[in-house]
């Protein structure tokens, strides 16, 4: 729970510090009120018994109780407004603060995690938590800390008149305790053992309802059987929900029978007193308010450390996401990228992905000179693309080497050698942004070089699908947003080309880059890498020689 607590703190410990203040006034004027009342209630059964002043005025004594109950109404009303306020801005940045962290260290990891079950479960199991977990953790902490300030001072009042209530009350809370203990364990273990089925019921329910399986679902009829599978996995997991639910209702019931044995005891231990004159009336509503009051009080501080317990099992779903650890990191020293690149070698590679039986590469190597276009043709599963992916440092391979002018591409800044390669992949992205801001994607950090975006867009023959925009450069691409304009696979690819193109990268990378345009745009980007050829090395990936 330190861990969670110091996550929160990190994320804004002002407004923290501030909500166990406001905490703290609620928790503490409440109590307040009940000796009040009690001074009242005595007040009025005084005066009640001395009949109405000649003035009808109330005594003094009456109207100061009745005025100070009234300004702690008021001021416990207004702490609570001001409460809502900060735990508004303090949810909001918190949940921001911790998609932050998952997407932040979802960049950072290898391409490797991508290739594992386990690693799509762990993220799942974070972004879970993540929405409203931390947010519970700070409810149930703050919870636990009011009840426990509002306990001690119901337990100050008991103390001087009925310790037993104290005592009765203690037991009375204990197999709650416990059950919430057990039920916070049975929740756990069932989310975690059936994180997979529940990506697999995401997956169908995207399956239905996103965009870029709707052709095929629709033209193969596909809909009722990925509907069937999705209510099949939601009907088994209600149903073992349903089972876990059912038993836990049986030990809250239980629990509650104890506390209303509890009720009737503390209720003879006041009532007698009372009717024997030895406790005051107003003393008897004090009492029997407080030991109310101390049950909710004592319920909310069993309910918070259960819900602390609870959150702490699921919160280690975020840190154990938070806390993987990348392969592919920048060495302590890294070597200069070279200014002038003369060649890329693959050298005795050999790679596999995770979990793969059989290798991608084995013992594969392959040399590449500036100036030239190099040319890796090959079936499907030779490894095309991932040969390129070891130039990237996406993966390491696991024996070999790949180097760029002899050096290995491990001794370099991850950074600045991805800057140095532009690559466009046959799965290319499709950025739902302006046209402009898919070119210049290519290099962010300068996306205002007016020259390099014209010169790209007529490298990648993209001018025609640029002059076809209503907005132009300005306009948003995909019907995901408002304004937006769809283009054809074709058009896409072109968009996607002039992206790489805008790059300065001195080692370029097309896979597959004319899979989708049609023959004269294959014939112009023929005459493309022939003027990049000079300035460049190439690599060109096909399936056949072109």
């Keep these: 729970m330190i861990k969670a607590f110091k996550l929160i703190w990190q994320c804004d410990n002002k407004n923290l510090i501030l909500k166990l203040f406001y905490t703290l006034c609620t928790s503490l004027l409440p109590l307040v009120s009940l000796y009040v009342l009690k001074l009242l209630v005595d007040g009025v059964t005084e005066f009640a018994g001395i009949g109405k002043t000649g003035d009808g005025l109330l005594p003094e004594k009456l109207l100061f109780c009745l005025l100070a109950f009234c300004a702690i109404y ?18 909001q940045k918190l949940i921001d603060y911790i998609n ?33 977990r931390p947010i519970r953790i700070l409810e149930n902490v703050v919870a636990v800390f009011g009840a426990s ?31 919430r203990l057990y039920k916070s364990r049975r929740i756990y273990r069932f989310r975690r053992e059936t994180t997979q089925s ?40 209600v149903t ?26 503390v209720l003879l231990f006041l009532v007698r007193p009372t009717v024997t004159g030895t406790l005051s009336i107003g003393s008897f509503v004090m009492l029997f308010e407080a030991f109310r009051r101390g049950q909710g009080y004592l319920n909310n501080l069993v309910g918070g450390v259960g819900g602390l317990y609870e959150h702490k099992l699921f919160i280690n779903n975020l840190f154990e996401f938070l806390e993987l650890k990348p392969s592919i990191v920048n060495p302590d020293n890294p070597k200069p990228f070279p200014e002038k690149i003369e060649r890329v070698d693959f050298d005795d590679v050999t790679f596999s ?28 599963g030779f490894g095309k693309t991932t040969l390129l ?5 996406l993966y390491d391979p696991q024996s070999g080497a790949v180097r760029i002018n002899g050096i290995d591409v491990r001794a370099f800044d991850v950074g ?18 302006t046209a402009k801001e898919n070119i210049t994607f290519g290099d962010i950090n300068d996306a205002d070089d007016v020259r390099r975006l014209a010169e790209a867009i007529r490298l990648a023959d993209a001018q025609s699908v640029v002059d076809s925009l209503g907005d132009g450069l300005d306009t948003p691409l995909g019907r995901q947003f408002d304004n937006g304009e769809e283009l054809s696979m074709g058009q896409w690819q072109r968009i996607a080309l002039a992206r790489q193109l805008y790059s300065n990268a001195p080692i370029l990378i097309f896979d597959e880059p004319t899979a989708w345009m049609d023959a004269p745009a294959r014939a112009n980007f023929k005459k493309t890498l022939e003027s990049l050829k000079n300035d460049h090395l190439i690599f060109l990936i096909s399936h056949i020689d072109e």
């Design 74 to 91: 008021l001021l416990n009303r207004l702490i609570g407004v001001l409460n809502t306020v900060n735990n508004d801005v303090l949810t």
């Design 100 to 132: 932050n962290l998952i997407q932040t260290q979802s960049v950072r990891l290898d391409m490797a995690y991508y290739d594992n079950p386990e690693y799509h479960d762990t993220f799942h199991r974070a972004q879970q938590e993540a929405a409203f």
């Design 149 to 179: 300030v509002s306990m001690i001072g119901v337990a100050a009042m008991f103390a001087v008149t009925s310790w037993q209530v104290i005592v009765v009350m203690i037991i009375a809370v204990i197999p709650t305790f416990f059950v």
């Design 198 to 237: 529940m990506r697999r019921s995401v997956y169908y329910g995207q399956l239905l309802s996103n965009r870029n399986y709707a052709k095929e679902v629709r033209s193969f009829g596909l809909a009722s059987y990925f509907r069937e599978r999705y209510l099949s996995i939601r009907k088994d997991l």
């Design 240 to 265: 073992q929900l349903l089972h876990i639910s059912r038993r836990l209702a049986v030990y809250d019931a239980l629990t509650a029978v104890f506390e209303t044995l509890a009720l009737g005891a």
């Design 353 to 380: 992905y995770p979990d793969m039986k059989h290798p991608t590469l084995s013992h594969f190597s392959l040399s590449a000179k500036y100036g030239t276009i190099t040319r890796i043709t090959g079936e499907n």
């Design 389 to 393: 992916k070891l130039l990237l440092r």
């Design 416 to 433: 600045e050698l991805r800057h140095n390669i532009s690559a466009i992949f046959q799965d290319y992205v499709q950025f739902y942004f």
